[in-house]
């Protein structure tokens, strides 16, 4: 693997990267292996056709992605850690990925209808309404008729660090998994949804040397976007 660049984080501009050197930070992802439930339910669901991985990361769930998808393109604002996402991937999965380096908040770089599917984690919680109308209008001229979207929607967050102060990011907005049910349902009007309720058990997170505890709800959002 090539020397990664490492991407400051901005957070009043909304780029909320970690600042992190991916080379130096292991195998695995820096967010762990993935929650159970959603690997759960990944495990039941079909991903045919090609897939965009919106905001990817380091991959933390970009192979079981590539195992059921035909083609994969993995993107995210951090060269850094889709160059780590790109060498972690197995060989025999390799010819179906492809990655792209893009702001969320810009017009997607793809033409109308050019994906089956959209598949997010761990980032469209970070972002205020009107960001958020802009990022999925996006998805939704992407998506096919009849596309899906998959995604997972963070609530009620806590990160404590060992002091015992709330770390808090700045520019993320916070929302209660009711705000959140209402929101996502205006966000994607022209969808068959599915949510699904559940929690992530407080854990210890590291990331170079922050160290805080980390706690919250999440819906898993399955949308299937209407002919």
């Keep these: 693997m090539k020397k990664a660049k490492t991407l400051t984080s901005n957070e009043k501009r909304y780029i909320f990267t970690e600042g992190i050197d991916y080379l130096s930070s292991g195998k695995p992802s ?3 292996e993935g929650d159970k439930e959603t ?3 990944m495990r039941k669901t ?3 056709g090609k897939w965009m991985n919106l905001a990817a990361g380091d991959g933390r769930y970009n192979n079981f992605l590539l195992e059921k998808a035909s083609a994969v393109v993995a993107t995210d604002l951090d060269p850094g850690a889709l160059e780590k996402l790109r060498a972690n991937t ?3 999965l390799k010819k179906k990925l492809k990655t792209k380096v893009f702001n969320i908040l810009d017009p ?3 033409k109308s209808k050019f994906f089956d ?4 984690t761990g980032t469209l919680h970070l972002f205020p309404k009107e960001k958020l109308t802009k990022i999925f209008k996006e998805i939704d001229r992407v998506i096919k008729p009849k596309g899906n979207v998959f995604i997972d929607f963070a609530t009620d967050i806590k990160r404590i660090l ?3 102060k709330l770390k808090n990011k ?3 907005t916070s929302y209660t998994i009711k705000e959140a049910k209402e929101l996502l349902k205006k966000l994607l009007p022209n969808y068959s949804l599915k949510m699904v309720e559940s929690e992530v058990p407080e854990e210890i997170v590291k990331i170079g040397k922050l160290q805080y505890t980390f706690g919250c709800k999440f819906l898993l959002v399955l949308a299937n976007k209407d002919s």
């Design 30 to 32: 820096i967010w762990g």
């Design 39 to 41: 690997l759960e339910v």
């Design 46 to 48: 079909e991903f045919n």
């Design 90 to 92: 197995p060989d025999n």
């Design 108 to 110: 997607l770089p793809f």
């Design 117 to 120: 599917g959209v598949f997010s």
């Design 162 to 164: 060992p002091s015992g």
């Design 170 to 172: 700045e520019n993320e």
